[in-house]
T-cell receptor
Framework: GAVVSQHPSWVICKSGTSVKIECRSL??????MFWYRQFPKQSLMLMAT?????????EQGVEKDKFLINHASLTLSTLTVTSAHPEDSSFYICSARDLEFIYGYTFGSGTRLTVV | RKEVEQDPGPFNVPEGATVAFNCTYS??????FFWYRQDCRKEPKLLMSVYSSGNEDGRFTAQLNRASQYISLLIRDSKLSDSATYLCVVYQAGTALIFGKGTTLSVSS
């Protein structure tokens, strides 16, 4: 089946630094990638949607200059949390789908970010 | 009004019990419906799709009522390994999956 590899699994960083999270589709072409954030005891909230080669579309309330998304190839999308603050501490998960929706939505294993 | 609403629980049941979760969604244009399972600190995993005719997968039965915009999941003969958070998920064409907050189930021996 389809697999999305997400790295790192967890990261602890200092306030003010930037963190990059990678998601790779291993055996299919991820034409669309979704980035979610989940706070404790909350649902997954969609942050942005990116199509390969295009600028990402951000959900209302998500700062595009803070959460930089790059989807330069059909197998790789990255989310960079710039100038991270403690309130950015959360569980970030990517989800990918292929153009013909053969594999449905495939989730990465998530990245637990803690900003201290 | 939230797009997908679920009773957060927690539901605490003994092994062997039958438990039902409910979910409502607000957008009548929603096309596809799913139940996902999420274990603590893990990514959500697809449990089953939900069809209008109702569908069953082993001990799990899902129902959809489009008129009431209501989805349900029934788990029979609960196992300890069923302890998790169950997410009601809705899909509209051209969008990402929309998740409910989840219902937490704890099965005890």
């Amino acid at each position: 089946g389809a697999v999305v590899s997400q790295h790192p699994s967890w990261v602890i960083c200092k306030s003010g630094t930037s963190v990059k999270i990678e998601c790779r589709s291993l055996d299919f072409q991820a034409t669309t990638m979704f980035w979610y954030r989940q706070f404790p005891k909350q649902s997954l909230m969609l942050m942005a949607t990116s199509n390969e080669g295009s600028k990402a579309t951000y959900e209302q309330g998500v700062e595009k200059d803070k959460f930089l998304i790059n989807h330069a190839s059909l197998t790789l999308s990255t989310l960079t949390v710039t100038s991270a603050h403690p309130e950015d501490s959360s569980f970030y998960i990517c989800s990918a789908r292929d153009l013909e929706f053969i594999y449905g939505y495939t989730f990465g294993s998530g990245t637990r970010l803690t900003v201290v | 009004r939230k797009e997908v609403e679920q009773d957060p629980g927690p539901f605490n049941v003994p092994e062997g019990a039958t438990v039902a979760f409910n979910c409502t969604y607000s957008n009548s244009a929603s096309q596809s419906f799913f139940w996902y399972r999420q274990d603590c600190r893990k990514e959500p995993k697809l449990l089953m799709s939900v069809y209008s005719s109702g569908n069953e997968d082993g001990r799990f039965t899902a129902q959809l009522n489009r008129a009431s915009q209501y989805i349900s999941l029934l788990i029979r003969d609960s196992k300890l390994s069923d302890s998790a958070t169950y997410l009601c998920v809705v899909y509209q064409a051209g969008t990402a999956l929309i998740f409910g907050k989840g219902t937490t189930l704890s099965v005890s021996s």
